[in-house]
């Protein structure tokens, strides 16, 4: 995902950000089941990529419980008069777009419910903005922006989950009142450990670039 790079990190130990910091630890990057992908044959790799896309439908399985509760909470604002925020960078972001984009047209409500806002703005869709996820403020002034409201619902979109711009948007919004949700691929992560409701999937990278091969598809899912 494109939440990863120099100026992404971990946070402190308790999952909590620091208001204005730069994460500057770990990346997505992780150690892969797969060794020596370059000696593989077209054959061996797209077998790889399958059998690891196989474990998403299991995984999005076991956080059913955390899924249906976000659900839940979702409609409940919805019934309210509430809204839906989407939050991510990159590859996250985009997903989030996308999701908000077919709303309107799927279940016919307005532009308006499901919103999805991405880490150096619309720009960032088509072309790379390289370290806008690094901001732990700009995510809430982008809500802020929407003027986001308390029964507003605001879901977080990160494979790490510690996107600063992700994690930092839905500290500010959980304290703001606002229900909070994190899609995540790594369990335990500062995503995780310090909202209301969430759910994560996990799928084991084919390679050590998840962006492009196992995080995407359990996102989608």
């Not at 249906?68 to 989407?86: D, M, S, T």
């Not at 991405?118 to 370290?131: L, N, P």
């Not at 732990?136 to 996107?163: P, Y």
Request: aromatic share 6%; with cysteine.
């Amino acid at each position: 995902m494109a939440e990863s790079g120099p100026g992404t990190g971990t946070g402190t130990g308790t999952g909590m950000s620091t208001p204005g910091a730069v994460f500057t630890a770990s990346t997505t990057e992780s150690a892969s089941l797969y060794d020596g992908l370059e000696r593989m044959s077209v054959g061996e790799l797209t077998a790889a990529i399958n059998a690891e896309d196989k474990k998403v439908a299991l995984a999005v399985e076991e956080s059913l419980p955390q899924i249906n509760a976000l659900v839940e909470a979702i409609v409940n604002a919805f019934q309210q008069g509430g809204r839906l925020f989407y939050i991510g960078a990159g590859t996250s972001g985009r997903l989030g777009i996308l999701d908000a984009v077919e709303c309107p047209p799927t279940f016919g409500v307005s532009h308006g419910m499901v919103i999805g806002l991405i880490a150096g703005g619309d720009s960032a869709i088509r072309k790379a903005v390289e370290f806008a996820e690094d901001s732990t403020e700009q995510c809430w002034m982008d809500l802020q922006a929407h003027n986001i409201a308390t029964k507003d619902v605001v879901v977080g979109i990160a494979a790490s989950g510690r996107t600063p711009y992700v994690v930092g948007g839905l500290e500010r919004a959980a304290a703001n009142g606002n229900v909070t949700g994190c899609v995540t691929c790594n369990k335990g992560s500062a995503g995780t450990l310090v909202f209301r409701v969430y759910f994560c999937v996990f799928s084991a990278p084919v390679s050590t670039l998840p962006r492009y091969l196992s995080a995407p598809p359990a996102l989608i899912v």
